[in-house]
């Protein structure tokens, strides 16, 4: 199989997995509710890679209320610590643990549109790969809309981890950045569209 082929095929199941990651998010809820559901499915999917890849001890509860993988700041160091993911999205990952404190965490905070969690929402990159396209459709992404693509993109990519060897992700992560554009093109288009139902009802 050649380099190329095999990288389209990362990019497929990137794809995949963020069409699979949007439709678990839950419909009609709260700002809060969206900010620590889609933080919460990135935390599950890096314990199921951490668990994929440390040596199991039935007396060693890694996970466990009391254990050093037990917080999400834990499992996101520990993820990159062991290769599983690169620096750039080790950062990324943090960006979202932060939105997601601030909402459970800040009983004053309730919506993407508080101006703390604005200016956290610009400072996620991931967004901006798909910036031309939102522009394309004389749309302006929203804090929240900035944040599920960013957990989404961020699912696409920690979800191929399980196939892929551990350096995979960080060897293709570039090359994943530039071409995911363009399979993804289905999943952003029904974005749009939302967004702009959402803005015609308000």
């Not at 794809?15 to 700002?31: C, K, L, M, Q, T």
């Not at 199991?56 to 037990?70: A, E, V, Y």
């Not at 961020?154 to 363009?182: F, H, Y």
Request: hydrophobic share 45%; aromatic share 4%.
């Amino acid at each position: 199989m050649t380099a190329r082929r095999e990288e389209q095929q990362l990019v497929e199941l990137v794809v995949s997995e963020i069409e699979g990651w949007a439709e678990a998010i839950p419909r009609r809820e709260s700002h809060r509710s969206v900010a620590i559901v889609g933080a919460s499915l990135l935390e599950a999917t890096l314990e199921h890679l951490l668990k994929a890849r440390l040596i199991h001890h039935p007396k060693i509860d890694l996970f466990g209320r009391n254990g050093p993988l037990s917080t999400f700041s834990a499992k996101i160091d520990m993820a990159h610590a062991a290769g599983i993911i690169a620096a750039d999205i080790w950062d990324e990952v943090h960006r979202v643990r932060k939105i997601r404190n601030h909402f459970a965490h800040a009983v004053r905070i309730r919506s993407f549109n508080e101006n703390t969690i604005r200016q956290h929402c610009a400072n996620l990159g991931a967004p901006d790969l798909f910036e031309e396209e939102f522009k394309a459709a004389d749309l302006e992404m929203s804090p929240e809309e900035r944040y599920l693509l960013t957990c989404g993109f961020l699912a696409g990519l920690l979800g191929t981890c399980n196939v892929e060897p551990v350096t995979g992700v960080t060897r293709n992560a570039d090359a994943l950045k530039r071409m995911v554009r363009i399979p993804i093109r289905k999943v952003l288009t029904r974005m749009v569209a939302r967004a702009r139902t959402k803005r015609l009802r308000a």
